[in-house]
Nanobody, 116 residues
Framework: QVQLVESGGGLVQPGGSLRLSCAASGFPFSRYSMSWYRQTTGKEREWVAADSATGGTANYVDSVKGRFAISRDNAKNTVYLQMNSLKPEDTAVYYC?????????WGQGTLVTVSS
């Protein structure tokens, strides 16, 4: 069974940093691209970042370019989202996700709150 478990969210002041982690299991992690999305109350879930299976390439939504970085450790079956220079508008529940044979699988999410 494919499982994704996010961690690392919390309360941070504007300008601060957080690193989110997503531990994956139940599928050959090193062969699959991983993505991060986020969602705020009343809005649709927004794609934030995606990497390649090898970790060699990454893409980002314009609003986080230069501030966020996606990376992975295939030995640990874990994908990360390093978030720097956080802004109040980055406040959201962050989800990692993978497109598996049965469809897209989501983690439970981790809440990031950027506030002074």
């Amino acid at each position: 069974q494919v499982q994704l478990v996010e961690s690392g969210g919390g309360l941070v002041q504007p300008g601060g940093s957080l690193r989110l982690s997503c531990a994956a299991s139940g599928f050959p992690f090193s062969r699959y691209s991983m993505s991060w999305y986020r969602q705020t109350t009343g809005k649709e879930r927004e794609w934030v970042a995606a990497d390649s299976a090898t970790g060699g390439t990454a893409n980002y939504v314009d609003s986080v370019k230069g501030r966020f970085a996606i990376s992975r450790d295939n030995a640990k079956n874990t994908v990360y989202l390093q978030m720097n220079s956080l802004k109040p508008e980055d406040t959201a529940v962050y989800y990692c996700t993978v497109i598996w044979a049965t469809g897209r699988v989501w983690g439970q999410g981790t809440l990031v709150t950027v506030s002074s």
